[in-house]
């Protein structure tokens, strides 16, 4: 899968490219990624991207022609990618629509600055508009990271070692069970017995309890659209509490010294 990037700072996302998961894929050609400068487009001198807004008003707008131009390069070439702008009023950003840009060959992703786009870009050149959250950040670049790297974990090869990304999700629209390694006591708090006896059946069944339980808790809402088998119909219907069962890890308890 190729990310084509249309940002003003394109270097931050140097450490982000160059570490871990990402820069091992990039290295093994299973994602490529161009990063293209609008500034490289603006025809003056001072190689201007953004003006005072129509109407007046607080901060500055990106101008839409070094913009245009900056797009239509990054996009060049076959097949035609898939255009995003990262904005604080598009879709909000989930795993479903994570997994439906997953599909394109090509992802373009447009990053904003300042107040934003000339809308005019937006209706020109966007396929759609994505947000990933209800709160403030400064630009569009750390969000079109996070798209990146959510979509990219997708892409057949990207996860290596660490196994398939979709396998992870045993019972599909729960909270995760909660993780442990040794040393079996930490300050105080000891790993649940039975993840220490070596019961596969015993683990899974605790696991998947556990897993509801913290759902229950937490995110009470993602039950009702989780696919439950029954064995975990079953297990939900025995947690009427909202903190889990005393076996359960949400209090571990406490050990000696
Ligand atoms: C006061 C109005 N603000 C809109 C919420 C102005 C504004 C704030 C921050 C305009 C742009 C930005 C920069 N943010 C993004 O470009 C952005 C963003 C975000 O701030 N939150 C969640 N998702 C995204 S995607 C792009």
Redesign the pocket.
Known sequence: MRFDLVTLFPDLFGGFLSEALMAKALARGVIRVTLTNPRDFAPDRHRTCDDRPYGGGP?MVLKPEPLALAIEAAGAGRPRPWRVC?????TRLNQAKVRELQAHKRLLMI??????FDQRVIDLMADEE???????????EA?AMVLMEAVARLVPGFMGRAGSAEEESHQAGLLEYPHYTRPPSFRGLSVPEVLLSGHHRAVAEWRLKAALARTLAKRPELLAAAELDPAARAALGSLNRPEPPASSPARPKKTGP
């Open positions: 901060g990262l904005t604080p009023s598009g990053c904003g600055r300042y107040e934003g994505i947000s990933i959250g209800d709160y403030v950040v400064n630009g569009g969000p």
